[in-house]
T-cell receptor
Framework: GAVVSQHPSRVICKSGTSVKIECRSL??????MFWYRQFPKQSLMLMAT?????????EQGVEKDKFLINHASLTLSTLTVTSAHPEDSSFYIC????????????FGPGTRLLVL | QKEVEQDPGPLSVPEGAIVSLNCTYS??????FMWYRQYSRKGPELLMY????GNKEDGRFTAQVDKSSKYISLFIRDSQPSDSATYLC????????????FGPGTRLSVLP
């Protein structure tokens, strides 16, 4: 099946620093990648949709200048949390949709961010 | 009313039991229905993907969609302790991914 990886799996940083999270589709090309945030015991909330070679589309209430998304290739998207604050601490999950279409999203293992 | 409703549980069952997980929705535009399993501190894993009303079976899992009632179910037969996880339903009006709506998830514990 389709495999999506994320790196790092866990990161702890100081308030005010920036953190970059990578999402890779390992065995397929992804035209579209999605970034979600999940707080404890809550469901996934879509943050943004990332299309290769174009600007990301952000959901209402998500600051595009704070959560920078780059989708440089059909297998890699990055999310950078700029000037992170403790309230940004969460579980960030990416997913990817196959270029072949006709399929649903495949999720990465998630990145747990803790901002001190 | 939320677009997708799902009993959060927790649901505890003995090993070997049949588990029934359900979601209701309000948007009649939803055409694609998914069930994901999420272990603690892990990303969701796709279990079932259906388009039409009716049943779809895969091993011990059966997904059921009733569009007329706006109701979907996931049945797990012969449940195992390894099935203990949070189960998320998801649905979308299209297959492009941007309009996925997830249920809040049901926490399932299968007791040995």
């Amino acid at each position: 099946g389709a495999v999506v990886s994320q790196h790092p799996s866990r990161v702890i940083c100081k308030s005010g620093t920036s953190v970059k999270i990578e999402c890779r589709s390992l065995d397929f090309q992804a035209t579209t990648m999605f970034w979600y945030r999940q707080f404890p015991k809550q469901s996934l909330m879509l943050m943004a949709t990332s299309n290769e070679g174009s600007k990301a589309t952000y959901e209402q209430g998500v600051e595009k200048d704070k959560f920078l998304i780059n989708h440089a290739s059909l297998t890699l998207s990055t999310l950078t949390v700029t000037s992170a604050h403790p309230e940004d601490s969460s579980f960030y999950i990416c997913s990817a949709r196959s270029l072949a279409g006709g399929e649903t999203q495949y999720f990465g293992p998630g990145t747990r961010l803790l901002v001190l | 009313q939320k677009e997708v409703e799902q009993d959060p549980g927790p649901l505890s069952v003995p090993e070997g039991a049949i588990v029934s997980l359900n979601c209701t929705y309000s948007n009649s535009a939803f055409q694609y229905f998914m069930w994901y399993r999420q272990y603690s501190r892990k990303g969701p894993e796709l279990l079932m993907y259906t388009y039409s009303s009716g049943n779809k079976e895969d091993g011990r899992f059966t997904a059921q969609v009733d569009k007329s009632s706006k109701y979907i179910s996931l049945f797990i037969r012969d449940s195992q302790p390894s099935d203990s996880a949070t189960y998320l339903c998801a649905m979308s009006p299209d297959n492009y991914g941007q309009n996925f709506v997830f249920g809040p998830g049901t926490r399932l514990s299968v007791l040995p």
